[in-house]
């Protein structure tokens, strides 16, 4: 049940369709068969950091000398800031390239799809249990896999649900994500207060 809690939770944060609108707007000047090659290379670079962080976020923890409980507080901080955003949403959230100009590595692998807040969630699994790194793994997976079937077949989801669709899921997210971003925080203060 962890696995698929820790998935929902990582899914919420990445948050595929609230990405939708921004997908579609960097893509669309991308002839059609490159802009499947352009989302497949992204998605697998996100990937790649996303698992870099889960096996490395202990070692840079130490690094920094930052203590699980000041993760957890400020992991659940940046969670609420960026629910309320999803609920709230801010007008000019697109990030803008250049007409014809190929995205890499910047903005849809990071920050879209590993951001801030997912990157901070995995380091804060990782470090509050080392030893279930094969259970993260996997709810990584399956958070990147649902993330990337949504992203894939981003014409099919944008013309079922529409504009005002996607809309509505994005802040049906963030406030799910409001609930995990309190009980973060909440773990965090009950930690440092014991």
Do not use: C
Not at 20 to 49: C, Q
Not at 50 to 72: N, R, W
Not at 175 to 180: G, R
């Amino acid at each position: 049940m962890e696995i698929f809690s820790a998935a929902v939770m990582l899914f919420l944060i990445m948050d595929p369709l609230g990405n939708l609108p921004v997908v579609l707007s960097i893509l669309k000047h991308l002839d059609p068969k490159r802009r499947r090659k352009v989302l497949i290379r992204e998605l697998l670079l996100a990937l790649g950091v996303l698992l870099l962080f889960l096996f490395a976020g202990k070692s840079i923890l130490g690094f920094l000398h930052v203590q699980q409980e000041t993760l957890s507080i400020s992991g659940g901080l940046i969670l609420f800031i960026i629910a309320i955003r999803m609920i709230f949403p801010q007008p000019g959230g697109v990030v803008g390239l250049a007409a014809g100009e190929e995205p890499f590595f910047v903005p849809l692998a990071v920050p879209m799809i590993a951001g801030p807040s997912v990157i901070a969630s995995l380091l804060l699994l990782s470090s509050q249990h080392p030893d279930k790194m094969v259970d993260w793994s996997l709810a990584v997976l399956l958070a990147w896999l649902a993330t990337s079937a949504i992203l894939m077949f981003y014409g099919f989801f944008n013309r079922i649900l529409g504009e005002r669709g996607l809309n509505a899921i994005e802040r049906l997210m963030g406030l799910l994500l409001v609930m995990v971003s309190t009980q973060m925080f909440l773990d965090g203060l009950k930690q440092f207060l014991a």
